[in-house]
């Protein structure tokens, strides 16, 4: 499977890179192709909303000149795509929340008969870090995500929150195990 992993955190040893990077080596090791990108590292602008993009149905025809294009057409070619981040204010971290309003130049007509999506039949998987516990704190983040496919005409793989987190260094043996199935689930 080919595999994106879009992360949101600008921390790259800091909790959720740290969960993420086991679930990572956990699909390197079973054999599938993964590329990882750190969103934050990335010149990506808001959407407009100009819905110039919806004229070019065929192909990802944002009119924005920045690092969004690229990762958009990564993203139409790959089988599999998990988006990870710490949880901001009981929301997706700025980059990644970005990043996902530029999926809007992947499909057109959302609610209409001739609705049609670049990334139609795309597994996609949420892991999100927190201070918190998942109760009255991480709730509105996996909503939306749940909602996300809607549009894409994707379907859900999987997603999983860890609370509760401290530092990397507080993490388990459990903590990792829960990565390594979480990534063989993924991909089933
Ligand atoms: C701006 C900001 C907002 C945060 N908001 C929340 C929150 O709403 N709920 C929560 O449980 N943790 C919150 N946290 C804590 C982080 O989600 C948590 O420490 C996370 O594991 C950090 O991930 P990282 O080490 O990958 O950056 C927040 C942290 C920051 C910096």
Redesign the pocket.
């Known amino acids: 499977m080919k595999i994106l992993t879009l992360h949101g955190?600008?921390?790259k040893k800091?909790?959720?890179?740290t969960a993420a990077g086991w679930v990572e080596n956990e699909l390197t090791s079973m054999g599938h192709e993964v590329e990882s990108i750190y969103l934050f590292d990335k010149n990506i602008k808001g959407c407009l909303a100009c819905a110039k993009c919806k004229d070019t149905p065929d192909k990802v025809a944002c009119i924005q000149k920045d690092d969004a294009s690229e990762i958009l057409d990564k993203m139409v070619a790959a089988d599999l795509v998990v988006f990870t981040s710490?949880?901001?204010?009981?929301g997706l971290a700025g980059p990644l929340k970005t990043f996902i309003d530029r999926t809007y130049s992947l499909y057109v007509d959302y609610h209409k008969p001739t609705h049609t999506s670049l990334v139609e039949g795309q597994r996609q998987a949420l892991l999100v870090?927190?201070?918190?516990p998942y109760e009255n704190?991480?709730e509105p983040v996996f909503t939306a995500f749940n909602r996300l496919q809607s549009p894409h005409k994707a379907v859900k793989a999987g997603e999983l929150f860890l609370?509760k987190?401290s530092t990397p260094d507080n993490f388990n043996t459990a903590t990792k195990e829960r990565m390594l199935t979480f990534a063989r689930e993924i991909v089933k």
């Open positions: 955190g600008a921390r800091g909790n959720t890179a710490p949880l901001y204010f009981w870090t927190g201070a918190g704190n991480a609370g987190c």
